[in-house]
């Protein structure tokens, strides 16, 4: 926090640059403690919007993953209308989550539907099928309020190569 | 301006609710949001309605940074726009993010009229919607919290180990963005929270005051999203975990769909990894949400509000609170045919049913 | 001095509304003028928050004998002292004021000094410290009367505390709760009270979290790096976050150290909060801040009030010496202001 | 080291106070009371020929000896005493370097 508010621009740069911005878990803990109101976790906020608009997350690793997060967490939201959903939670790759999110997972009409009988069906109720229209609806509103931009930028960006530094990651 | 804790009791709508699910609860706790409007509507008689066209607030992806701010003010104005088309002005929350992210909103917006009217424009253009903001905006905790006698007052069963008549020792959990950012949001404020606590007691129960309470479960977004940052997310369950050991708990609750999540999936990895175990009797530590809390308390069959959905098992708790269940039950679909068993769980069930 | 402008004294009544160090020094400083003292305390005794401590800072002088000394000086028969009386309000009355108080007709005096001193923070609004939820967790304010009461009152479950922290700064400069201003005295206070607990307990270990050490006065510095020399007080720059109770009742603190940039964690049988001061109740106060002045840097007339004058900590933090004297310099300003209108 | 569900459980960066090992801080303050007094104002530091050792012995008043451990610069220190002329507490800054690398053979093996 020091190092953002009396850095100068050199300095913002070389921080959007590197890793640390993106350790915060965006808990915000830090809100209610600051005795000057500042929220240094919405200030790490900016830093990586600024960092991704600006293509300066292609310089840590950690940042270079954001687009692992688009293509999974972003993809989700406007293909389903959720941010998760069961058919793209793998458990091959979410090995943590253990034996009974691996039945529910191979399970998934017949478990989900035990709850809700609209299971991926149409009309309200459990993980109900997003209508095609409302899919459309938040397709355009991520047009329109400038996201879609800022996925293009993390493709573009992120298929430059920083010396084959990153490699590994990508 | 200067509160404590005893003064921060919200404002709480009566009836007459609209009500937006959670992406993590909808995949996770399955039988948790069918059971809140269930309690709502047959047991407290409330009328409650969901919009088949609301969609998930984004609120991942925002706290995540692949969504700008602008971006998800436009998706939370499209649900309010939705509301407002329904004819409803109260509103519940089932996501603690989402909660959170509506509480932001709202703020924001209370600040800079011109943010406002940016959203408004954009919402107009994207889809030819107008909204208002809610006259009362609630998480769901809340609602439980305010009719919290009139549940104990139809309770079958209560958080008492019905063999000893001990109270039940209970962990609560409250999700980071439920208060912390806005405590007079919250019942109870940030540091206090009442809103589980409150529940825990009217229903026999006595809470665990441990000193990780107020340390956030670890989900971090993006830090559980991408598998080589998943230690940070764990870290924390575990330092919450470590700490509340030694009370040995018999329960958690938690109104935060992501937190329930965690805190009982990760006393899997963590036994899983090094063999750790944090309950009592060497037994992991059972977690529940608010809905399946109550809904136990109202005498809900376990199987049927979803308990078998979660990784750790509740069978212990059920024994302790002297709620039967029938485990042939346990692992089938709507009909009743059993759909298999989780790999590692089969042998446990085998060996309590002979 | 011409002898004919010695003319206010023994015609004069001045009313004194508080008789804590401020009051009580110009009440004593306008009886030996020989004016006549109306000085009221709403208690049922005089000293105001003197009372509540223990020993003074830098020189450890009992508060109980400083206590006695200022008592003394007003024991003259020119001072009336209305113990146990409130005033509600003042107003203006014939040149003068009118002291409405508790109790039957008001008072009519030339000039009126406000010593209504000031509140300790209330603690509990920070929450984060469980004051009020977790009995370990006490003020600086019971601590002093925790070494009135003696040695024993400090012991945890019988036996000498392993470890004590302070926390510099609880209501004073901080946003949270509404205070953007230092409280000054809590810095010196909580070095203070931990070489009193390093006296008491030399093996415990004792911690004092700052966010900055602001020693001011005159023998503060000195005292703050005896602390830290001779009684080996560790000083840790970073303030408390968080504090909570432990299953043995001992409360764990979560601190960052910010010299180390490390965050830090550390259990202790008393984490004692050094509470700042807050703006007290008066009849003149028309907000809910320490009273304004016309001339600041020169005196401490009340804006538009001609002939009232504060002293003391109603007006912002004060140290007990910077207390009487600001008590002593308003009788003067009250001398000044009735020659100026004979 | 990743486990089998493909990430590293890290060690938490916390000191904890109550688990510190505090000899060497002990001993040398024991010798050196004044250095007790420090007050972390980084003079000692800006004037130092060699850059970071001393500077982060500025701060280690409070270090246990897991954290000395790690300083790294401690032994190229020249003992060449410029960092005493400055400490506005005057402290034996020399003096308490060659006490910290002594204790250290004794107690910690690193330096």
Known sequence: MNLVSEGDDETLIRIMSEDTIWYCGQCMSCKPRCPRGNIPGVVIQILRMISQKNGYFIHSAMGRQQLAVKRSIGHNILETGYCIHPTRVNPDLHPEQGPVWEWMSDNAPEVYGRFDKNYDASGPGLLRRISPESLEELDRIFEVTGCKNLWETLETESEKQIDGKFAKYD | MTKYWKDYQKEIAEDEFFYVRSCIRQNFFPGAENLFIDILRNKLGKAIFEDADHTTCTGIGYHSDIVPLETIMTVVARQFALMKERGYKNMIVSCVTSFGIYSEILDLWKHDPALKSKIEGYLKEATGRTFEEPGNMVHASDILYKFRQEIAAQARYRLVNHETGQPLKVVDHIGCHYAKTFPERGVGGAEFPQVLTGLIRAWGGETVDYPERRHCCGFGFRQYILQPSRGYSISHSRTKLESMKPYEPDLIVANCPGCSMFLDRWQYTLEETDGSVYGPANEKIPVLTHEELAGLVLGYDPWEIGLQTHQVPVEGLLEKMGIPYDPEKKYTDRSGRVIGHPEKIHNSICHESR | MNPDKQSVGKRNTVAVIGAGPAGLSAASALAALDFEVHLFEKESREGGKLNQYHQLFPARESASEVMGELLISVDKENIIRHLGLGVNSIKPSDGGWAVHHGDGEPIRSDAVIVATGFDFFDARLKEEFGYGIYSRVITSVDLEKKLNEGRETLLHKGTDPAAIAFVHCVGSRDEQVGVSYCSRLCCITGIKQAIEMKELFPETKVYNFYIDMRAFGTGYEELYRKAQEQYGVRFIRGRVSEASEDAECRIRLKAEDTLMSRPLKVSVDWLVLLVGMRPGCSPVQTDQSFLGSDNPLTGNALPGMPGVYSAGCCSGPMSIPESVASGRSAAFQVIDHLNSKQ | ?111
């Open chain 4, 1 to 111: 080291m990743k486990n089998r569900f493909g990430f590293e459980i890290q060690d938490n960066r916390q000191i904890d106070l109550d688990l510190a090992d505090d000899r060497v801080n002990d001993e040398v303050s024991a010798i050196i009371r004044a250095w007790r007094s420090c007050l972390k104002c980084g003079n000692c530091a800006a004037v130092c020929p060699e850059g970071e050792g001393v500077y982060k012995l500025d701060l280690s008043a409070f270090l246990d000896l897991s954290a000395f451990q790690k300083l790294t610069g401690l032994d190229k220190c020249y003992l060449c005493g410029k960092c005493q002329l400055v400490c506005p507490r005057g402290i034996p800054t020399r003096f308490v370097i060659m006490q910290v690398i002594n204790y250290m053979k004794e107690y910690g093996k690193a330096v």
